[in-house]
């Protein structure tokens, strides 16, 4: 059954008011089970396994991707089967969306253990605690579900912002749920079959693992232009392309991502790519200030030296657009919190949502309480004077903000870019304290990609009629059983040797090392900037908001956002070229396959969403796994 939703001239021209009314009543499912004990243990137990998706995904990007997809067609099929032998009825449509939204809090909760907390333990050469690193990712998951709250209004009932991955899980749900149920199986034997194929084309990528296998000959290389640097060396300005990123490799777990993305956001990537990689990133070691390691007589430069550089400029263009976006329609702040100041029943009624919403009480009392929890845990734990890290909380509204942009249009939260704004501020403000400047930027970042992720997790239950307070309980419970399952698989695949094994050549911790690189420059003083990185802070804001303007004058109707070009700053070349691959892929699939009764219609553009979650999982559990082979049983 077709979802019900406003076409873009009722989202563009209605009021705030209209889109509620006519959500309540075409959208909202009532009393259907949601948050049941079924939902919500299935929901912890595949959310805790998935989370091992993003423990690879983040070592080999610095960033999380969503698991709300597979979670999704994984229970759908395992009910359906369980309901056939008779041992159980089949999940509800809103029972399956309660179990997502449970999933996927608990797949992004690996991200500071690939952040903050590694380049906190790099620097200071000393690992962490478990039961340290376990309740302080929980503590800061839970201040961002109640950051999301205020958010929530203008960017899904308001603008209906696509957040793809969110998006998705809502289409493949109302397909399996209320479609075919036929149709709904062959979703579920195309996850299996595209993990499947994903997981084994991860095992042939592993060179050692294949040899063991005696079958070295059919190993898949990483990059694609080995073959051409056997007879030159490609160079831009003397810089060679593979120490700039720039070149193709088989990174088809990206070309996923892509795929879930659309066409738009990819394009945006590939030319802040091209902009960041290919222009100015040459430019800047010609003129020395990108700056290299001298290994066996050689400089080499790489992703991590030009990111130091080049995320100055994204930084500021991602903060420019998403505060011109947001503050473009000021009136959604307002009206959120407007149910306070509300005195009498008949008020209250002209909120047609007030029963469903989360009240914004809850926002209200509970930042202040949980803030002061983990001001105290970050100095108990980290040294963190209690003032300082006070005067973070400040910085969560504004970096969410920025992250739920981000997420909205391209469900990438880049937290780690986030964390350079506050890294910035305690460079100045603590100068020297490397400690103090990363996990006060810790707490920043991760709050705002907590608050970023329940509103991908709203969005599905907005399309299918749910209740966001169901879900806001689910992402907590999905918190705990994230930390319980992905922290202790931390400690044992990344930590095993100590933390001066935390980065390698294969999985490099690309937001570690950028978060302890930016520290330890400006812990030196503001002024060790170069001079260039400031001008492109400068150049990369106006540029920000001349797009976000362009947008707003256009009704959206501008290809190239902000925050999608910004965001190349932070991603290696060689993955925003994969993720624009898999976009253009399914872009030219849609204009190949038009008729929807045409076999690659049905099979490729009606499982799209489908398709490319089963390789997400596939290979990036499997890569998890091929870690562990490789270290403990290679080895």
Request: charged residues 10%.
């Amino acid at each position: 059954m077709a979802l019900k939703q406003l076409d873009a001239e009722q989202v563009r021209t209605w009021t705030l008011e209209q889109k509620d009314r006519w959500w309540f009543a075409n959208v909202w499912k009532g009393d259907m089970p949601q948050l049941t004990i079924r939902s919500a243990i299935t929901g912890m137990v595949l959310g805790g396994i998935l989370s091992l998706t993003n423990l690879y995904v983040g070592a080999k990007t610095g960033w999380t991707l969503g698991v709300g997809i597979t979670s999704v067609i994984l229970a759908f099929a395992a009910f359906k089967v369980l309901s056939q032998v008779g041992l159980g009825s089949e999940f509800t449509l809103l029972e399956n969306n309660a179990m997502q939204s449970i999933a996927t809090a608990a797949g992004y909760m690996t991200s500071p253990m690939v952040s903050s907390l590694a380049a906190y333990m790099m620097v200071n050469n000393a690992i962490i605690p478990r039961t340290t690193t376990l309740v302080w990712i929980i503590a800061i998951a839970i201040l961002g579900v109640l950051f999301a709250f205020p958010l929530k209004r203008r960017f899904i009932n308001d603008e209906q912002h696509p957040f793809p991955e969110g998006r998705a899980a809502g289409i493949v749900m109302d397909a399996l749920h209320t479609g075919d149920a036929l149709a709904g199986m062959f979703k579920a034997r195309l996850l299996i079959i595209t993990g499947c194929a994903a997981a084994l084309l991860k095992v042939m990528q592993s060179h050692a693992v294949m040899s063991w296998l005696k079958a070295g000959v059919l190993t898949v290389p990483e990059f694609l232009d080995g073959w051409l640097y056997k007879i030159t060396t490609l160079r831009i300005l003397g810089a060679d392309l593979r120490q700039l990123t720039v070149r193709p490799d088989t990174d088809f777990v990206m070309m996923a991502a892509g795929g879930l993305m659309g066409i738009r956001t990819g394009v945006a990537l590939l030319v802040g790519a091209v902009i960041n990689y290919v222009i100015l990133a040459p430019m800047m070691i010609a003129v020395g200030d990108i700056h290299g390691r001298e290994v066996d007589g050689v400089v080499q430069y790489g992703f991590r030296a030009i990111t130091v550089w080049g995320l100055w400029g994204g930084v500021a263009m991602m903060t420019t657009a998403s505060l011109f976006a947001f503050f473009s329609k000021p009136q959604v702040l307002l009206s959120a919190f407007s149910s306070l100041r509300r005195k009498n029943s008949a008020a209250r009624q002209t909120d047609v949502l007030g029963h469903i919403e989360l009240p914004m009480s809850v926002f209200v009392i509970g930042i202040p309480l949980v803030g002061a929890v983990v001001v105290l845990l970050a100095h108990y734990y980290f040294g963190v004077s209690v003032w300082l890290g006070a005067l973070a909380i400040p910085f969560i509204f504004i970096l969410a903000l920025i992250g739920v942009n981000s997420t909205a249009l391209t469900s990438i939260t880049p937290s780690g870019a986030l964390g350079r704004i506050t890294q910035l501020t305690y460079g100045a403000l603590a100068p020297g304290n490397i400690g103090t400047n990363l996990m006060t930027a810790g707490v920043a970042s991760e709050v705002a990609l907590n608050a970023s992720n329940l509103l991908m997790d709203i969005k599905p239950g907005y399309m299918l009629g749910a209740k966001p307070r169901q879900q806001a309980v689910g992402h907590v419970l999905g918190i705990f059983a994230g930390a319980v399952v992905a922290v202790p698989m931390f400690y044992l695949v990344f930590l095993r040797d100590g933390p001066a094994q935390l980065v390698s050549d294969r999985y490099p911790m690309p937001a570690a090392i950028t978060w302890k690189a930016v520290a330890e420059i400006l812990t030196q003083g503001l002024s060790s900037l170069p001079e260039s990185a400031r001008w492109a802070a400068l150049v990369g804001g106006i540029l920000g908001l001349a797009m976000e303007g362009a947008r707003l004058a256009t009704k959206g109707r501008f290809w190239l956002s902000g925050v999608g070009v910004g965001l190349a700053t932070v991603i290696p070349f060689n993955t925003c070229l994969a993720m624009f691959l898999g976009s253009a892929f399914f872009w030219l699939a849609g204009r190949c396959f038009k008729r929807e009764d045409s076999t690659g219609h049905r099979v490729i553009m009606q499982n799209q969403e489908t398709i490319c979650a089963g390789v997400i999982a596939g290979g990036a559990i499997m890569g998890i796994l091929v870690i562990i082979v490789e270290n403990f049983v290679l080895r």
